[in-house]
């Protein structure tokens, strides 16, 4: 079983939906969860951070379940823009702040 | 403020040669990360620096991988001999001295290896 698992989509959306995207990891011990964001061919970027309460960022809304091992993140209002590909990032506790990726759930936004 | 930047953008060797990649950090950051991602794979951890030594370097495949950062500044990822399967796409990140857990990585654009 993969470390932090994905499903690469393609989610093909209309503008103006609601999508959401789930990541599972598998290590009971991580700590700190992310969402980052990655156009085609450019660098990863932090979305954002996922707290154990829950957290919003405008039309994002990022989730956390320990019990069941997933974090989840909500777009609503999709615009063309949001298309991308949205990675989960995990890190375990501990003095190493190795990080773990998932493969990444490609997002296509269409008029 | 500029950003992570890398050097060279792409790269394409043959198959026994040596490539040397570099990561200039955003100033002040000690922290610096080397990813790799594979075509079709997630993108893995290589190594960390803290300033110039070298916090954990667990992922690093082999001992054709060699990562320094003298002067805890900017970085190179060096492979020699290089195989097929070193091609991919080389991140580096950086991020602030004294981070703790939910801080950020700055990514830079990643170098394109292709060996041949």
């Known amino acids: 079983r993969k470390e932090v698992e994905q499903d690469p989509g393609p989610f093909n959306v209309p503008e103006g939906a609601t999508v959401a995207f789930n990541c599972t990891y598998s290590?009971?011990?991580?700590?700190?969860f992310f969402w980052y964001r990655q156009d085609c061919r450019k660098e990863p970027k932090l979305l954002m951070s996922?707290?154990?309460s829950g957290n919003e960022d405008g039309r994002f809304t990022a989730q956390l379940n320990r019990a069941s091992q997933y974090i989840s993140l909500l777009i609503r209002d999709s615009k063309l823009s949001d298309s991308a590909t949205y990675l989960c990032?995990?890190?375990?506790?501990?003095?190493?702040?190795?990080?773990?990726f998932g493969r990444g759930t490609s997002l296509i936004v269409h008029p | 403020e500029a950003g992570v930047t890398q050097f060279p953008s792409h790269s394409v060797i043959e198959k026994g040669q040596t490539v040397t990649l570099r990561c200039d950090p955003i100033?002040?950051?000690?922290?610096l990360y080397w990813y790799r991602r594979v075509m079709g794979k997630e993108i893995k951890f290589l190594l960390h620096?803290?300033?110039?030594?070298?916090?954990?370097e667990s992922g690093m495949p082999n001992n054709r991988f060699l990562a320094e950062r003298t002067g805890g500044t900017y970085s190179t990822l060096k492979v020699q001999p290089a195989e097929l399967e070193d091609s991919g796409v080389y991140f580096c990140?950086?991020?602030?001295?004294?981070?703790?857990?939910?801080?950020?990585?700055?990514f830079g654009p990643g170098t394109r290896l292709t060996v041949t």
């Open positions: 990140a950086s991020s602030p001295p004294s981070a703790g857990l939910f801080y950020e990585q700055y």
């Open positions: 290590n009971s011990a991580s700590q700190s």
């Open positions: 996922v707290y154990s």
């Open positions: 990032v995990v890190k375990a506790s501990g003095g190493s702040y190795i990080p773990t």
């Open positions: 100033s002040g950051h000690d922290n």
């Open positions: 620096f803290v300033k110039e030594s070298k916090q954990d």
